[in-house]
């Protein structure tokens, strides 16, 4: 069974622009689950989607924002990009509410 | 909301010693508490997991422990290997939500 497939695997941006990260779930999981994790702040959860309704969202501004779609495949935006959105962007799939299985990441540069 | 604490942040062990890593948290409540090793340029492996009707469990040279009342858990690595060189991720899911909280992380170096 595939895992967890994100794109793009890296991205380099200007401030003010704006991002769409993408992410396969694995085969079958209804949950889709992102988190940042920089060096400074660890990985901090950002929201979570199941069955195209967001369940869950952490402390992040409205600059970041996600959807999923009725395959499960989720995207996450991210508006007027800041120096301090560079981060390592995580999606993590399951199938219940507790065993999550992460992708490997998108590598976010804003410059 | 869950918080959790995790120690040491960095950890050296000759190969073939034991490791150990330790994480507290606050939410009382909180039922489910997984562990995540990340190698470099990959996202976190989920390793062993463990639930709060289960005070240990062992997957070959890993466990876990959990004691409830003291609110913490730990992981021990036996026997420890090069490849087991990486950062290790405590978690726990906060009971009034579906989120995981994760610890700040361990970076464990198995020394030669």
């Known amino acids: 069974k595939a895992g967890v497939t994100q794109t793009p695997r890296y991205l380099i941006k200007t401030r003010g622009q704006q991002v769409t990260l993408s992410c396969s779930p694995i085969?079958?999981?209804?949950?889709v689950s992102w988190y940042q994790q920089t060096p400074g702040q660890g990985l901090q959860f950002l929201f979570e989607?199941?069955?195209?309704?967001?369940?869950n969202k952490g402390n992040f501004p409205g600059r970041f924002s996600g959807r999923q779609f009725s395959n499960s495949r989720s995207e996450m935006n991210v508006s007027t990009l800041e120096l301090g959105d560079s981060a390592l962007y995580l999606c993590?799939?399951?199938?219940?509410?507790?065993?999550?299985?992460f992708g490997p990441g998108t590598r976010l540069t804003v410059l | 909301g869950e918080n959790v604490e995790q120690h040491p942040s960095t950890l050296s062990v000759q190969e073939g010693d034991s490791a150990v890593i330790k994480c507290t948290y606050s939410?009382?409540?909180?039922?489910?508490f997984p562990w995540y090793k990340q190698e470099l340029g990959k996202g976190p492996q989920l390793i062993i997991d463990?639930?709060?009707?289960?005070g240990e469990k062992k997957d070959q040279r890993i466990a876990v422990t959990l004691n409830k009342t003291a609110k913490h858990f730990s992981l021990h690595i036996t026997e420890t290997q090069p490849e087991d060189s990486a950062v290790y991720f405590c978690?726990?899911?906060?009971?009034?939500?579906?989120?995981?909280?994760f610890g700040s992380g361990t970076r464990l170096s198995i020394r030669p």
């Open positions: 993590a799939s399951s199938l219940g509410v507790d065993e999550q299985f």
């Open positions: 085969s079958g999981h209804r949950s």
């Open positions: 989607y199941f069955s195209e309704t967001q369940r």
């Open positions: 939410d009382s409540a909180s039922n489910y």
């Open positions: 463990i639930r709060s009707n289960v």
């Open positions: 978690a726990a899911r906060d009971s009034s939500a579906s989120k995981i909280i």
